[in-house]
């Protein structure tokens, strides 16, 4: 890549002056519906630099005429509901870490970090600047990505990338670099090379100020409540180390504009799982959350400031070299009046020495500590959790085999024994066939107060098959059988829990897919369940519950403007019940400016007295109006018959400067039965991002 040879304004304009002579990447290969030819649609890209900015031009030509297929503008799209184009970036050239960008053919951006040789975390926002042109013969995508804005090896000169596109209308994905069709485009396994003529420049004195100031109230309509009224500032900074390693600062963080979760009719035995929202907590947060596997994991920043504010926190993340990659976090939270939470320190370490081709070898390091007992000047320094664990992740250079395995270890002031974990996984996947295999044993004394560890004392064992038919013609593309088992055992082999279950999926040349399966349940309960959690009575401890059940699932294509979707599932339940489940989801897009979806779910679960019959409704409508890529208004209404809750959420962000904001959020929360006002709230929240 060479060195710009003019200034370069992002309007757009494949014109400038600055693009004149840049070598052009144009040759791309189809990645669906097959990976066997090069692409049928037409991409063009170039890129070049200066001493602050990476610059980079798409030319997406057309292949038919019509408009394009875009839900919105808004940030961080659904990648397969939109016509977009992507660029994936590995600046350590280590095929596991990096970052993505793009854009849909209307504007919206689209950026995350990059973990794991091909996932992207969505979560992440920063500084770049982007626009989108739409001419007869072509949508234009260009932008200005910072070099302050990424991190990299000041002295490295071969980078991974690889370009992806995908064009909705024509049912098409391509790369620059060739890619397998069971792989995402993303994966960095699969990614050409962009050659430096000379070192990356520096991105010389990197620091950014971020300070938010926040106005607000609050009500709640229970007696003898009175209003609360805020008035907050805080600040975040980020020091640019090295230009691969990155200091975060947090002083008084406030996350009251992050979106709000899904709600989900729970009838689980096992507490629920939510992803962190939170910025602070995302950048090369992988490093952290991803050791262990999703149902196991020893650290899960959302228990920080859960039940009292986060005070301050910093956080030291990145690439020491090609092979070392390292995060070190530490976060005090303040005394949660409400719940009585003392004062508590969290600090958690993580290093990774990269080994082979694409694996790495990982320790983990986790501490949490009360620093009070909640009374003032009252300190229990006794009371801690600590966890200490050994991760091999493994990922073959052909990125056919993937696996994993690690060990922990719980450290509390009083220890029952059997406080360890170990786990593993391997996985074989080409494009006819995927073999898994994995298991785990938690020790009941086990001990992850900052993790998520919904389950102790048991031994897991997980197999599954797959086997794909592809066909060559017609509307069909491809025909999938799955065999899968969950196995769990207490530690002395017996079995208390077998989910196994057959499904066959239907893939359309179209991209619309229809799933069918059949499944077997039997589940020995180790502790007292209510299985509608409704309070109305509990199944004996040691009781046993089998039953089938069948279902079929289907998502329409997303060429149209009106996409639907829907499951059904019909069978047995707990205590030779029965049980229904319908979920339906519907879209419609006034593209590009409004988007409107309409999620339900309902549940009729037939049980012998004192349960009897039990319904629920869950309905969540949410609507997305975008007047453009910078101003943004979301409504979002969940009604939850299971909490006899109906919540309303509606937020209005403004970007009036590359990631900075000006928030007003607005939250209602209402009884059903009868329908009275539980609680209210609006916040006004600004933020100006400031390099210094």
Not at 288 to 309: D, K, W
Request: net charge positive.
């Amino acid at each position: 890549m060479r060195r710009a040879n003019a200034s370069i304004r992002v309007d757009g304009d494949p014109g400038d002056a600055g693009w004149r002579g840049v070598e052009k990447a144009s040759q791309f290969h189809m990645i669906t519906p097959m990976d066997t030819s090069l692409a049928t649609v037409s991409t063009e890209v170039r890129m070049c630099y200066d001493l602050q900015n990476i610059y980079l031009l798409a030319i997406c030509y057309n292949k038919v005429s019509g408009p394009y297929m875009v839900e919105s503008l808004r940030r961080d799209f659904a990648f397969s509901k939109n016509d977009n184009f992507l660029v994936f970036i590995d600046p350590f050239d280590d095929q596991m870490n990096g970052f993505a960008f793009g854009a849909n053919a209307a504007g919206a951006q689209w950026d995350g970090t990059m973990y794991d040789g091909g996932k992207v975390d969505l979560n992440w926002d920063n500084k770049w600047t982007s626009v989108v042109r739409n001419t007869p013969e072509a949508w234009i995508f260009e932008a200005a990505i910072p070099f302050k804005t990424i991190r990299y090896r000041k002295d490295l000169r071969r980078w991974g990338i690889n370009f992806s596109r995908l064009d909705i209308r024509v049912a098409e994905k391509s790369g620059w670099a060739p890619v397998p069709r069971q792989f995402p485009s993303a994966s960095l396994a699969f990614t050409g090379v962009l050659l430096w003529e000379e070192d990356p420049p520096l991105p010389g004195a990197n620091l950014s100020l971020i300070p938010y100031v926040l106005t607000g109230g609050s009500k709640s309509y229970r007696p003898g409540k009175a209003s609360d009224f805020r008035r907050e500032v805080g600040m975040d900074a980020k020091f640019g180390l090295t230009s691969s390693l990155n200091l975060d600062v947090t002083l008084h963080p406030d996350f009251s504009q992050v979106d709000v979760d899904r709600q989900v009719t729970n009838l689980d035995r096992f507490e629920l799982f939510f992803p962190e929202r939170r910025q602070f907590f995302l950048e090369n947060g992988d490093q952290f959350s991803n050791f262990g596997f999703s149902s196991l994991r020893p650290f899960f920043s959302r228990r920080i400031g859960l039940t009292a504010p986060i005070l301050a926190g910093a956080r030291m993340s990145g690439k020491l070299n090609r092979d070392w990659r390292m995060g070190a976090m530490d976060m005090v939270t303040g005394r949660g009046e409400e719940t009585a939470t003392p004062v508590q320190n969290f600090a958690v370490v993580a290093l990774q020495r990269r080994v082979f081709a694409r694996s790495n070898i990982g320790i983990l390091a986790i501490d949490r500590r009360n620093m009070s007992d909640g009374k003032p000047g009252s300190p229990s320094p006794a009371s801690f959790n600590h966890n200490l664990g050994l991760e091999y992740n493994h990922a073959s250079s052909n990125n056919l085999w993937t696996g994993k395995a690690f060990f922990l270890k719980s450290f509390s002031p009083v220890s029952t024994g059997h406080d360890w974990v170990h786990a593993s996984s391997i996985q074989y996947s080409d494009k006819f066939k995927t073999l898994s295999f994995q298991h785990e044993y938690v020790g009941s004394g086990f001990t992850a107060e900052v993790g998520y560890v919904p389950r102790k004392d048991y031994i897991k064992l997980s197999p599954m098959a797959v086997k794909n038919f592809f066909s060559r013609r017609g509307p069909i593309l491809v025909h999938s059988f799955r065999l899968a088992s969950t196995l769990f055992y207490r530690p002395d082999w017996h079995n208390t829990d077998n989910e196994t279950y057959m499904a066959y999926t239907i893939g359309m040349r179209n991209q619309a897919t229809c799933t069918s399966f059949v499944s077997y349940d039997f589940i020995e309960l180790r502790r007292s369940f209510d299985p509608t959690n409704s309070g109305k009575d509990t199944l004996a401890r040691g009781s046993r519950h089998r039953w089938n059940a069948y279902g079929i699932e289907y998502a329409s294509r997303p060429q149209r403007l009106l996409t639907y979707g829907f499951s059904l599932r019909h069978g047995g339940y707990y205590a030779d019940g029965k049980r229904l489940n319908i979920t339906t989801q519907v879209g419609y897009r006034f593209q590009p400016y409004l988007s409107i979806a309409l999620n339900a779910s309902y549940d009729d679960i037939h049980l012998p007295r004192p349960w009897n019959r039990t319904t629920f409704l869950l309905v969540g409508p949410r609507i997305d109006l975008t007047l453009t890529n910078k101003l943004f208004i979301t409504g979002f209404l969940q009604y939850n018959d299971q909490l006899r809750n109906m919540n309303i959420n509606t937020r209005l962000q403004w970007r009036y400067r590359p990631a900075s904001d000006l928030f007003i959020v607005y939250t209602d929360n209402y009884l059903t039965d009868p329908f009275l006002v539980r609680n209210r709230a609006i916040v006004l929240k600004f933020n100006y991002w400031w390099n210094m």
